[in-house]
């Protein structure tokens, strides 16, 4: 068997952590993924690969081999990328923010998938962390500032932020005019995954950023059902544009103090240090990039 095709199993394996993922991954059999690591261990005379019945670990031998197949899987993939008319091929898998995807993304991915037919795509949504290497996902599109330092993140977008409540609300407790004018009201609660606890409420002010933190009767963890809890009346929310930009023309959410907005909210795309930027993930990230900001500027107008 080819030693590139056996490193990429053991690498898999070792991400993984489970000889069962890894060949389900690869389309390999079960069996065969554990005759081909047994050889390997032969040949190298070292044991990689330290087996319980819940998971596999490598063993400190396993993790300078496994560093070093990454190096070499990176730069074979590279080197053909760079000399070769072929198109980017094989499985992405990504872990997206679900409301942003489905406005920006989706409406684009036809058009995608048609330039490079070899790709196939695998989309699981959620806002919380993920293991990238345990769970095998390529990249992972969040929004808000970075956290996680033990992953390279690419900045793609910068959403532009409103601040707005129903007209219902507004009718109950005026329009307020300026930051003094928010006494009295109230804020729906966004509960950041981070910190556990409820985002205050931005305003630029002379170039200045200012928090305000507002009451609340009900505090979410759901961008959309953050939206949904603001059109009934319940508060204040702040939100990126294209979060409501149909609302206005209904009539249903009203802009409130326009000329202090919210700081832009940053959309990025982040994938492991371990791994090179393989011609799959880096087709994908520069055409999120684009799809973003050719859209984006569109709500704009």
């Avoid at 190298?44 to 993790?63: N, Y």
């Avoid at 760079?82 to 995807?101: C, E, M, N, W, Y």
Wanted: proline share 6%; with cysteine.
């Amino acid at each position: 068997m080819d030693r590139l095709d056996v490193m990429r199993l053991f690498t898999r394996i070792v991400e993984r952590q489970s000889f069962t993922l890894a060949a389900q991954d690869l389309e390999w059999p079960r069996s065969t993924a554990t005759q081909v690591i047994q050889d390997l261990e032969k040949r190298l005379s070292v044991r990689l690969l330290q087996r319980t019945t819940r998971h596999v670990k490598a063993t400190l031998d396993g993790e300078a081999y496994y560093r070093r197949c990454i190096a070499i899987l990176g730069e074979v993939e590279d080197a053909e990328a760079a000399f070769s008319d072929a198109k980017p091929r094989g499985l992405l898998r990504i872990d997206v923010h679900g409301t942003l995807t489905r406005h920006f993304v989706l409406p684009a991915l036809p058009a995608f998938l048609a330039r490079y037919p070899d790709l196939q795509l695998h989309i699981g949504e959620g806002d919380r962390l993920v293991d990238l290497v345990r769970e095998g996902i390529d990249c992972v599109l969040r929004v808000g500032d970075l956290q996680d330092s033990a992953m390279i993140g690419r900045r793609v977008a910068l959403l532009d932020e409103v601040t707005c409540a129903s007209t219902a609300y507004v009718a109950r407790h005026g329009n307020p005019v300026s930051i003094d004018d928010l006494t009295g009201h109230l804020s729906i609660g966004f509960v950041s995954s981070a910190s556990g606890m409820a985002l205050p409420l931005e305003f630029t002010i002379n170039g200045d950023l200012r928090n305000i933190a507002l009451p609340s009767t009900v505090t979410v963890t759901s961008a959309e059902t953050y939206v949904a809890a603001a059109k009934l009346g319940l508060g204040l929310i702040q939100v990126p544009r294209y979060h409501v930009q149909a609302e206005p023309v209904a009539g249903t959410l009203v802009s409130i103090l326009p000329h202090l907005p919210p700081s832009p909210t940053p959309v990025s795309l982040l994938y492991p240090h371990s791994r090179q930027l393989s011609p799959r993930v880096r087709v994908f990230i520069d055409w999120v990039t684009q799809e973003l900001d050719s859209t984006r500027k569109d709500t704009q107008h």
